[in-house]
């Protein structure tokens, strides 16, 4: 069975650390990961998307980078700000061509 | 370009009953999919329709459905409501021409609450 892990469930940080949220994910076959958030309530909305043929994407304070060989997917946000705080899915891509996702980490910049 | 919209916003229904969920994509998009929330689950694909056929389908039982119409708008039903079917229905829709590995993008979701 596909699993997808996100360490850790919570993390609360003060403003402007720099931090890494960590998805790991069983499935060796993999097309893309993508990196979410989800605010309460509210949709998903897409942060980075990274193919199986690359190792890294960027975006503004975001850098999400993609270790097939180990199955590790990493989401680091620099300089945190109170508005990043919101649950942060990572969801794998693999074989079964259905997007599995892990249960997130939850975010709180405190200002 | 309008996002992808879901109605109704919020649902309540007891249990036995049955729901239709609706889910209109991005226009242009063919494929839309559908995703369950629940706090001890997490996320997961409920099914998946492109071009009015079930393209791909996750692991839920028969009494979830869904269809898919020319205008690409699609359906979800679930029919004898249980108490654990409480959750947030999530719709996403792509092109659904690019291969699997393709950005899909959420609407706001549906929130459904069996009593």
């Known amino acids: 069975k596909q699993e997808v892990t996100q360490i850790p469930a919570a993390l609360s940080v003060p403003e402007g650390e720099n931090l890494v949220l960590n998805c790991s994910f069983t499935?060796?076959?993999?097309?893309?990961l993508q990196w979410f958030r989800q605010d309460p309530g509210k949709g998903l909305t897409s942060l980075l998307l990274?193919?199986?043929?690359?190792r890294e994407q960027t975006s503004g304070r975001l850098n999400a980078s993609l270790d097939k060989s180990s199955g590790r997917s990493t989401l680091y946000i620099a300089a945190s700000q109170p508005g990043d705080s919101a649950t942060y899915l990572c969801?794998?891509?693999?074989?079964?061509?259905?997007?599995?996702f892990g249960k997130g980490t939850k975010l709180t910049v405190n200002p | 370009k309008a996002g992808v919209t879901q109605t109704p916003r919020y649902l309540i229904k007891t249990r036995g009953q049955q729901v239709t969920l609706s889910c209109s994509p991005i226009?242009?998009?063919?494929?839309v999919s559908w995703y369950q929330q629940t706090p001890g689950q997490g996320l997961q694909f409920l099914f998946e329709y492109f071009s009015e056929t079930q393209r791909n389908k996750g692991n839920f039982p028969g009494r979830f459905s869904g269809r898919q119409f020319s205008n690409s708008r699609s359906e979800m039903n679930v029919s004898t409501l249980e108490l654990g079917d409480s959750a947030l229905y999530l719709c996403?829709?792509?092109?659904?021409?690019?291969?699997?590995?393709?950005?899909?993008?959420f609407g706001p979701g549906t929130r459904l609450l069996v009593l």
């Open positions: 969801a794998h891509l693999g074989g079964s061509e259905k997007l599995v």
């Open positions: 226009s242009g998009h063919r494929s």
């Open positions: 499935d060796s076959a993999i097309y893309n």
């Open positions: 996403a829709s792509s092109s659904g021409t690019s291969g699997p590995g393709e950005t899909q993008y």
């Open positions: 990274i193919q199986s043929s690359q």
